[in-house]
Each structure stands twice: as structure tokens, then as C-alpha cells.
């Protein structure tokens, strides 16, 4: 009965801590802080108070709580729980500005391409990936191969009929995309 009467013991101080400074408190954060944030200081300012409740000067072992010798104290836990809430804040809207500048310095109107996306709705599904996962995400034929389960050898062959098939659509006698060699995907032989 002993054991079981001290871990009930800290959670009796709390509530009568509780008791008495939580009114104190929404008081005091009120005046110095935003409606909006209050009751989150307020909620962390308890928890603090509760994970140091034996460090609240003045809170005896009893169940009376005079407000004189614990409001102080409590009023500076709140104090900080306010200051890294405004420090919190002021990250918060940091990192907005910076993303607002990054997505400003973006180009806000990418180029259009009606006539390559035309013909490339125009390719089988298989095909068009193929021709996007070369052209797009740059990648080598074998790799494309890992992506869509096709042999090396099926891929090549897929683009280059789509390369081809593109060129015709898009009425170029070259078919050799720009930006890409034309033996990429071949054997040096």
C-alpha cells in the first residue's frame, strides 16, 4: 500500500498544483499571446510543470497549494514555453519565406510542347513510356529495361521504332532527338 501511495502521490500534487495555477496561467498567456496559441503554451507549460513537479518551489507533500509561493515559478515555465512557441514561429515563417522565394525563382509557365505531346499521345502506352523514361529521366536502355521487365535488347528496339515513328508524326527528316547521342544503347561494333 506504501508503493502504490507514492506514485499516486505526484499525480495528487499535480492536481492541486493544477488547480490552483491553471486559471493564473490562461490569464497571463492571454494578454502576451495570439488566441490561437494559448492554449497549446498552456497545455505544454502543464507538462512541463507536471515532468518537474518536484522542482516547483513551494509545492509541500500535502494537498494545499498556496498560490504565492508556486505562481511565480510557473509563471516563468510559461514564460519559456511562450518563448520557444514565438521561436517556433519565427522558424515556421522563415522556411515560408525561403520556399516562397525557391518557387518564385521556378519559371512560372512551363514551355509548351502541343505538337510533341500530340504525337507522343499518339504512341502505344509501352511505347511512349519507353520514349519518356529515355528522354525525360535520361535513362539507358538496360536500365529501361528494369523499369518496364523488357529485355536491353526489346527496348532498343521499341525506341528506336518510337524515335522514328515520333520523327514521322513531328515531320522531321532527322530522327535523332536533340540532346541524346544516337548510338546510346548500341554496341560499339
Not at 502576451?32 to 518536484?54: H, K, N, P, Y
Not at 527496348?155 to 515513328?165: F, G, P, Q
Request: hydrophobic share 40%; aromatic share 4%; proline share 5%.
Amino acid at each position: 500500500m506504501t508503493e502504490q501511495g507514492t506514485t499516486r502521490d505526484p499525480e495528487a500534487r499535480f492536481e492541486a498544483l493544477a488547480h490552483v495555477v491553471v486559471e493564473p496561467l490562461h490569464r497571463y498567456l492571454v494578454r502576451r499571446a495570439d488566441a490561437d496559441v494559448v492554449d497549446d503554451v498552456l497545455s505544454e507549460t502543464l507538462l512541463v510543470l507536471w515532468r518537474r513537479i518536484d522542482d516547483v518551489p513551494g509545492l509541500g507533500a500535502g494537498p494545499a497549494v498556496d498560490p504565492d509561493d508556486v505562481l511565480p515559478w510557473c509563471y516563468g515555465v510559461a514564460r519559456g514555453c511562450l518563448a520557444n512557441a514565438r521561436r517556433a514561429d519565427r522558424r515556421r515563417l522563415r522556411l515560408v519565406e525561403r520556399l516562397t522565394r525557391t518557387h518564385e525563382a521556378l519559371p512560372t509557365a512551363p514551355t509548351v510542347h502541343t505538337d510533341l505531346h500530340t504525337a507522343l499521345d499518339k504512341l502505344g502506352a509501352l511505347d511512349r513510356e519507353v520514349v519518356l523514361l529515355w528522354a525525360w529521366e535520361e535513362l539507358a536502355p538496360r536500365q529501361i529495361a528494369q523499369v518496364t521487365g523488357m529485355t536491353s535488347n526489346a527496348v532498343s528496339i521499341r525506341l528506336h521504332r518510337a524515335k522514328k515513328k515520333l520523327a514521322g508524326l513531328l515531320e522531321r527528316k532527322n530522327s535523332a532527338l536533340a540532346g541524346h547521342e544516337t548510338s546510346e544503347g548500341r554496341s560499339s561494333r
